[in-house]
């Protein structure tokens, strides 16, 4: 324990540029990669030892657990933007007060999402035209999700504090301890007591709130400026203010942007279940394939904090130009495995034919376009380090809530198909990027164009 809660925190001010975004992006990519794991095994378990109902339940689970999960994750990114400024600034008194702040607003989310998850959602599955064979289960499954995203969203928030003052390995221990308790769980639950669907739920949520556990603990005991102090806990006014300021723009969008996913899953779930059981593999596998151009946008995002925090300005432009040069060969080397595999990973969660045969056709359509979604991904994430979440809110808004929701809409009424509903994620990605590139290298930009006398 004694060597866990040494500090293990990364000063990005100084150093080799890709070899401190690469050190700090694969304990991401590999604490990101068990994050995933959590309801990916739960899929592989009810695909494997349920029905393919159970897997299709899960699968338009997704998109409703990523809605509300994606508003907390805005607030947490702008509390890791600020927190990550304050570090860089050196200045402990206002990072003390940024953690205690980011910890009771975190609370406080608790108790609404976690109200709103377990009221909204049979209304919002409804909405998903959810058929009656996979309704109850999903419903089962979603609300005992709901009742336990405690552990999920303090877990998160207390990574995000120590990954925005360079700590992105501790974090992964737990994450990794909390995974593999999960997948025993898992097999325990499902495969031996015979719980169905609901020992899936509960497997997941057990191992999460342990994992929260054990952040919180880290964070408490922890001998620095950012330890959570409980009797501290509270709201400080300027800072809150400026957590919302970069956090809720976010939060809009990934909360958006993720309702509008919801539709998404109602036009496939005008299909069969053989459909959806695909496209739930699909999903699954496809979140792995994102893994690492997620992992280095959040890295560009704490090293442009961190260096603008410091008044490293030079420093923070070059992460960038840098960063869409990896992203872009990872991206190359990712896709061809995925292409030729395709049948074999869609097998991992359902032997069926037409659901091998669904699930392989949405990855062979879809994986190409992963290019383009690794540009935006790079303008974002150092866009949000430089405070600026408001003009990437409004672009991916507009390139995956409006633009796509109309695209649906046109291209299914005039009897596009299942190909057309396919293709309604790479359109959007297209135009993101496109968008992105635009505003980046246009004088709006204040991390390439900075105000006079802007300060920290």
Known sequence: MASVLQRKDTDMTYGSIPRLLITFAIPLLIGNLFQQLYNTVDSIVVGNFVSKQALAAVGCSTPIINMLIGVFMGFSSGAGVVISQYYGAKDGEKL?????????????????????????APFLLRMMDTPADVFPEAVEYLRIFFWGMTGTLLYNMGAGVLRAVGDSTRPLYFLIFSTLLNTVLD????????WGIAGAAWATVISQ?????????LLSRAKTDYRVDYRRLGIRGRI?????????????????????????QSYINRFDSSAMAGWAAY???????MLPMMSLSLSITTFVGQNLGAGNRDRAISAPKLAMKMGLAVMVVILTPLMIFAPQLVRLFNGDPEVLRF????????SPFYLTFSANQVYMGALRGAGNTRSPMFISLGSFVVFRQIYLFVSY?????????????PAGWILCSVLLYFYYHSRRNTLLYPPEGETI
């Open 96 to 120: 003390h007060d940024a953690v205690q702040t980011a910890i009771t607003l975190t609370l406080i989310l608790c108790a609404v999402l976690t109200a709103v998850g377990v009221t909204a």
């Open 187 to 194: 097999v325990l639950f499902v495969r031996f007591f015979s």
């Open 209 to 217: 709130c342990i994992s929260a556990l054990l952040v919180m603990l």
């Open 240 to 264: 809150l203010r400026k957590i919302l300021a970069i956090g809720l723009p976010s939060a809009l969008q990934l909360g958006i942007t993720a309702f509008s996913n919801v539709f998404v």
């Open 283 to 289: 999903l699954k596998i496809d979140s792995f394939a």
């Open 359 to 366: 699930g392989t056709w949405f990855i062979r359509v879809i």
């Open 413 to 425: 009424r005039l009897g596009g198909g299942l190909l057309a509903v396919t293709l309604g994620y």
